[in-house]
């Protein structure tokens, strides 16, 4: 991976970008993760991301949020998602209003 990422400090989940400070748009869907539209994760490392749609920037979520966020995303994006394309290690899927990126 090449893209920068910037660790949110401990135990505040994100409202905004950490890059550009915009205000990250509520999703209306994730219990665990209230804020961004475009969602990265790699369920096997345990890791988690909000794209920043302005500047596609990958804010890393804080460790202590990621657990009950990832099982969400991985329900949602096994019951509800529509698959928009796929390659060897990446997924991208929609479950509107949520873009999903699925690693691993
Ligand atoms: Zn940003």
Redesign the pocket.
């Known amino acids: 991976m090449t893209m920068t990422t910037v660790q949110a400090p401990r135990g505040l989940m994100f409202t905004r970008?950490?890059?550009?400070?915009?205000p990250l748009p509520e999703n209306g869907q994730l219990a665990h993760m209230p804020r961004g539209r475009r969602i990265a994760y790699d369920p096997l490392q345990g890791r988690l991301w909000v794209v920043?749609?302005?500047?596609n920037?990958w804010?890393l979520c804080p460790l202590e949020e990621r657990e009950a966020a990832l099982y969400e995303l991985e329900r949602i994006a096994r019951d509800h998602a529509k698959l928009l394309t796929q390659t060897s290690n990446i997924t991208l899927l929609s479950a509107s209003p949520l873009t999903l990126i699925r690693i691993g």
Not at 17 to 22: A, E, P, Q, T, V
Not at 52 to 55: A, D, K, L, V
């Open positions: 970008c950490l890059f550009c400070h915009k920043c749609e302005s500047f920037r804010n």
